[in-house]
């Protein structure tokens, strides 16, 4: 494939993928150590219904609607989790699992019953994601990587995953040293004055946007992969915090590449003539690197043992 038809075609959903994959793993790392890794599978469930609400309210697929849409999903669900536990007389786990597939399948039924003809929101588009479709329609090579008449029809997907990834990844630079101490000794950060409750609860938010953002591009399923695969797989490959960070980078990277391609290639190799799901495929691969470095990870057997700052 020469530039002609890969700018166009593969460049803009290869860096989005890109952009969602690191997105997710950099809050994915410290949520992983601090035993909170399900928490992106909780947003995932709790976000779809409140995108699918602030599109009916607003009629529209925008960016501050949907996050104000998942703010007011996650506070209806925490509210509706302490209900069911008091008034159920039930544990906490217990009592998020009714609630989130509850307030999932909510969401799924409203996407079903709701008219979303207009925009690309419907059950498949919001599970599967939408990265084939993409295209950058004036590109016409690596020119046009300069041409801001061309820049200028770039898929809103694209500079949306790249700002919300900045955002993130200046929120771990800024808050490195806190987000270490209060991750590996929560005791002995709050001696030293840290706010360990707020700065947890800005690592959610974190984690929240990042998914919200992603939505649109790999759907809210294929997201819960990216926090975890590969933090988990960089965890198994050093003790050190900031190579870990590194390795889980690198891996993000590697399962959206390898993912797209093998999405659009590897079922021709294998004689198939039709493609697969391109964000289905990426969480397939970050799964599969997780399972190799469970085999042949250095720290594979040392798994449980608490890594060093």
Request: proline share 5%; glycine share 10%.
């Amino acid at each position: 494939m020469n530039g002609a038809e890969f700018v166009p075609l593969s460049l803009v959903p290869l860096l989005t993928g890109i952009c969602v994959a690191v997105a997710c793993a950099l809050p994915g790392n410290f949520l992983v150590l601090r035993r909170q890794a399900l928490i992106g599978d909780a947003i995932s469930h709790v976000v779809l219904p409140g995108i699918v609400v602030a599109f009916l309210i607003g009629g529209t697929v925008s960016t501050l609607p949907m996050l104000l849409g998942a703010a007011g999903a996650a506070v209806i669900a925490v509210g509706a989790i302490e209900a069911v536990r008091r008034l159920g007389r039930i544990e906490t786990g217990a009592a998020m699992g009714v609630v989130f597939t509850t307030m999932f399948a909510g969401g799924v039924l409203l996407l079903e019953q709701s008219d979303t003809s207009s925009v690309h929101l419907d059950v498949e588009h919001a599970l599967y994601g939408n990265l084939e479709s993409l295209i950058w329609l004036d590109a016409t090579g690596w020119s046009s990587l300069l041409d801001p008449q061309a820049l200028a029809s770039l898929p809103v997907e694209l500079p949306r995953m790249a700002a919300t990834l900045l955002l993130v990844a200046a929120f771990i630079a800024l808050f490195w040293r806190p987000l270490k101490i209060s991750t590996f000794d929560e005791g002995f950060a709050r001696t030293i004055g840290l706010r360990t409750s707020p700065l947890g609860l800005a690592l959610v938010i974190m984690a929240a946007i990042a998914a919200v953002a992603a939505f649109d591009a790999v759907g809210s399923i294929i997201v819960i992969a990216m926090f975890i695969c590969p933090p988990a797989a960089a965890r198994l490959m050093t003790n050190r915090l900031e190579h870990q960070v590194a390795w889980s980078v690198g891996f993000a990277t590697l399962a959206a590449v390898l993912g797209y391609v093998l999405a659009g290639y590897g079922p021709l190799w294998i004689g198939m003539q039709d493609s697969v799901s391109a964000a289905g495929m990426i969480a397939t691969v970050s799964g599969v690197i997780l399972a190799v470095t469970a085999l042949v990870g250095p720290h594979r057997l040392r798994g449980s043992a608490a890594p060093v700052g």
